[in-house]
């Protein structure tokens, strides 16, 4: 997994190649053939293993008895560090190297258990009373967007590194103070 990886991080999805994969790994085609079955499903191994590495970063990141640190902690601390741990399978998941067929059913499967963790973050932030009137499902939406828009950005050196945590955790705390503001205005 790690030879695929790095070849699509060298060249996007196309460098992809069962060949390409084996001689970086220093095995043959035969043994990724017997492993993945196709070039593929070997594509859909690198996004599931995309998705379970954001499950262990955020899970990684404890809940407190602070609803909405916990929801900026898990991005910055989480989905940002798997981010910047592994840029070429976030770029694969979320940039233009993303495998073109929909996802397997288990990468799928994965996919939404990873998004699972944002929701439960930002369902203990509603129930703190820190979303104003907003539903989960659109500030579940808007967090991803706010944070795979950053995490693209610095993956891609656009973020100066010495910023970059202070950046993330002053955009998430204006966009929770905002979702809060904006029920007590209506």
Do not use: N
Request: aromatic fraction near 6%.
């Amino acid at each position: 997994m790690t030879a695929a990886e790095r070849l699509v991080g060298e060249g996007g999805a196309e460098a992809l190649s069962t060949r390409a994969v084996a001689e970086r790994a220093g095995t043959t085609t035969r043994a990724v053939y017997a492993v993945f079955g196709s070039k593929e499903a070997l594509l859909q191994a690198l996004a599931q293993r995309a998705f379970e590495l954001i499950i262990e970063q955020v899970d990684g990141v404890p809940l407190t008895d602070d609803p909405g640190a916990d929801l900026i902690t898990g991005a910055v601390q989480g989905f940002r560090a798997f981010a910047l741990e592994h840029p070429d399978l976030f770029r694969l998941i979320w940039g233009a190297a993303s495998p073109g067929a929909p996802f397997s059913a288990d990468t799928a499967a994965s996919q939404s258990s990873s998004y699972a963790r944002l929701i439960l973050r930002v369902q203990r932030a509603q129930s703190a009373g820190l979303l104003g009137d907003h539903s989960i499902a659109d500030v579940a939406l808007l967090w991803d967007a706010i944070c795979s828009g950053l995490a693209m950005r610095e993956v891609c050196g656009m973020v100066d590194p010495s910023q970059a945590q202070r950046i993330w955790t002053d955009a998430l705390r204006a966009l929770l103070a905002g979702l809060g503001a904006a029920h007590k205005e209506g």
